[in-house]
């Protein structure tokens, strides 16, 4: 066995005393300084975390904005193809309509219509002038004028 390393008693029990030295205010100095970079740093932790939950606010914000105006743009092209498809059908339903043996067909079974005859034609001659010229009315208006004037007289 070690003698050096050998305990007697209960010396193991008794901690060693270290007498309080007197110092400067170095110490506490010291302590204050690292005290200062301790809330200097967890100042900093502090303010990366907020900083950092500013931007992935804002990044939500932007992908949701995102994503609305996609799903109106969505809405917005689904409702222009709807659009198109009704066109369509309008266009062929005019071009069923336009079809000139279709509208005799009608005419004749749902409005009773007859083809006329060529016996039955009235022609009629475009060049003539259609108003009659009017006859002097200064001359009439004249008359009445003075027609109106006498009654006036009369009826005072």
Not at 37 to 48: A, E, G, T, W
Not at 74 to 103: A, F, G, P, W
Request: aromatic letters at 8%.
């Amino acid at each position: 066995m070690n003698e050096e390393n050998m305990i007697n008693g209960n010396t193991v029990l008794q901690p060693e005393y270290k007498p309080y030295e007197k110092t400067d205010g170095n110490i506490h100095k010291k302590k204050n300084i690292s005290r200062q970079k301790k809330v200097k740093k967890k100042l900093k932790v502090l303010l990366n975390i907020c900083v950092f939950f500013i931007i992935g606010l804002t990044l939500i914000y932007r992908y949701s904005v995102i994503y609305n105006m996609q799903t109106e743009l969505n809405s917005v092209e689904s409702n222009i193809s709807d659009i198109n498809r009704q066109n369509e059908n309008l266009t062929v339903e005019l071009v069923k309509y336009d079809n000139l043996e279709y509208i005799e067909k009608n005419a004749e079974s749902k409005l009773n219509m007859v083809v006329p005859d060529k016996g039955n034609a009235v022609y009629t001659n475009l060049n003539k002038p259609i108003i009659k010229n009017q006859v002097n009315t200064d001359k009439i208006k004249t008359q009445k004028g003075i027609l109106n004037k006498l009654k006036q007289l009369i009826w005072r």
